[in-house]
């Protein structure tokens, strides 16, 4: 689902400060002379939900055999360098260790594939430059007000892991018809948020407007909320989302009006193409404008920062008014993102609490890149270290296995544990041991199988930091008792899976051994 625009994103801050080639390119550009492949260029990709075509500009100097230039989308810029040899160039953008464009220059044209993907781009004209935004300097910093939301991790759907672009209403009008027949509204999943590509245009008044995919918004939610539901939306500080749509740079009041009007519960605000016009280090001062623009809705709308884990957010998400943070880039539908996201909340776990947590990314339950196992393993991980439990799977079109992990009530009373604490990891060998405390004194314990081949996981009391005596403890995918032996179980853990229990203490003065 990703597009040029969306790995845009990864674009890193330090490669925006490069000053824009020399006008005198842009004059030149494209003309084959004795300046070869020197000049700026223009592609443009398909045709956007919004009628305006993605773009990119290719901006390069040519000396010798090497290359050095800028590649600018709407959403982002980044240096790149290269070569050519007689008519084939190379292009090396970001860290990436295979070029990003590759092809040759014939008839004053470049003819390759960008990303993999079959591109040409023609002398730039001044039309097809991309738009320059006037800076708007962030506000100076104070904690904003707490909204009392998301005491317990936020728990619903999200369209991304499985529309990406192509979501319109009808599949969020689905999505929440699916989250009541499933039951999965009545085991705690009641936002239905609507990710990137809903955005049109703004209007002469500057009103954002939603692009042909959803007819109006407010009727939207409406719907949602008249299911028991809460209906999310999406947008990001820069002036595009990941995707090349309008977003809230220079609105952020008025777009936090908007949709408070509209009736939104919840916002994603995703970084983007702001980091084209601010430094890194603005990061919280304009996560704070648009928290503060919320709270002065008056309406009750978590807020959910999208920018990737930059700059410590765990530290000060909370005093911009945020309820959830994401710590990662984007999961992937794969054992080796899911794990890698969630092992990098192990040293975030002091900052998750309730009103505020740690967001390891979306669930790819039963989007079928991962077996069941792994899938089992995401379920318990996330409810492990207290993380939002947003569904990003088709809803529809559910497997029995898939409801039996997403709809697993004895995993989701972990994730939703009043006490808000988040486990952290213990690993030994190929097992790794995360124990959640829990509120009735407690805890939750999961042993990962990381290796390939069948393992045996001992689970010590002694070890778990109870606060009383063990009464029973249960295993939360067999749903059955286990019983522990002079304080110590063991089972087989099959690859990628996990061996999740949860044990019970008696807190009293008279324990029942
Ligand atoms: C970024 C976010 C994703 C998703 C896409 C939409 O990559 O991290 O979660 O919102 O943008 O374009």
């Known amino acids: 689902m990703k597009t040029k625009f969306t790995m845009a994103v990864k674009m890193r801050r330090t490669t925006n400060r490069l000053l824009l080639l020399s006008f005198g390119f842009l004059l030149f550009g494209g003309s084959v002379s004795a300046q070869g492949i020197t000049g700026r260029w223009a592609t443009y ?39 050519i040899v007689g008519s084939h160039f190379e292009i090396y953008a970001w860290d990436r260790k295979t070029p990003a464009l590759v092809g040759d220059f014939v008839n004053g044209e470049l003819h390759g594939t960008m990303f993999g993907r079959p591109f040409v781009a023609k002398a730039a004209r001044p039309e097809d430059e991309i738009p320059a935004v006037e800076y708007i300097a962030p506000p100076s910093l104070h904690i904003v007000l ?39 509204r009545d085991a705690g999943y009641i936002y239905v948020n609507i990710d990137g590509t809903w955005e049109g245009r703004r209007d002469s008044h500057g009103n954002l407007l939603p692009n042909r995919k959803f007819r109006h918004i407010q009727a939207l939610a409406e719907y949602v909320h008249s299911k028991g539901l809460k209906i999310g939306i999406y947008s990001s500080p820069g002036p595009y989302d990941c995707a090349g749509y309008p977003t809230s740079y220079g609105h952020e009041q008025q777009d936090a009006i908007d949709f408070a009007r509209w009736g939104i519960d919840f916002i994603k605000y995703d970084w983007c193409s702001a980091e084209k016009i601010y430094h890194d280090d603005q990061i919280r001062a304009v996560y704070q404008k648009m928290g503060d623009a919320l709270v002065a809705t008056g309406r009750p709308i978590v807020y959910s920062l999208c920018e990737y884990g930059r700059e410590d957010v765990q530290e000060w998400g909370a005093d911009v008014g945020g309820n959830l943070w994401r710590t990662t880039d984007d999961i992937h539908d794969s054992w080796g993102s899911m794990i890698a996201n969630v092992e990098r909340q192990a040293a975030f776990a002091p900052y998750a609490g309730p009103g505020h947590w740690n967001d390891p990314d979306m669930l790819e339950i039963g989007n079928g890149g991962m077996t069941s196992d792994e899938y089992r393993t995401q379920m318990s991980l996330w409810a492990l270290v207290a993380a939002p439990l947003l569904a990003g799977n088709n809803l529809q079109k559910m497997t029995e296995e898939t409801k039996s992990i997403l709809l697993n009530k004895e995993v989701i009373v972990i994730d939703q544990d009043l006490l808000g604490k988040q486990a952290v990891p213990e690993r030994q060998g190929d097992l790794e041991t995360w124990i959640k405390p829990l509120s009735d004194g407690g805890a939750a314990v999961g042993v990962v199988n990381l290796g390939s081949s069948t393992k045996t996981a001992t689970i010590r009391t ?37 061996l999740l229990l949860r044990i019970c203490v008696q807190t009293g003065p008279n324990p029942r051994e």
Request: glycine share 12%; hydrophobic share 35%.
């Open 146 to 184: 707490k909204n009392g939301l998301a005491k317990t991790p936020p728990m619903g759907w999200n369209s991304w892991n499985h529309f990406g672009e192509d979501v319109t209403e009808s599949d969020i009008r689905a999505a929440a018809d699916a989250l009541v027949s499933s039951g999965m």
């Open 45 to 83: 990709g398909k045709k956007m939900w919004n009628g305006h075509w993605e773009q990119e500009i290719i901006g390069l100097n040519q000396n010798g055999s090497v290359i050095t230039g800028t590649f600018e989308s709407l959403t982002g810029k980044t240096n790149v360098h290269g070569t």
């Open 462 to 498: 002694a070890g778990l930091r109870l606060r009383g005596t063990v009464t029973h403890a249960r295993n939360l995918w067999s749903h059955e008792e286990v019983q522990f032996a002079q304080g110590v179980y063991s089972a087989t853990v099959m690859p990628h899976a996990t």
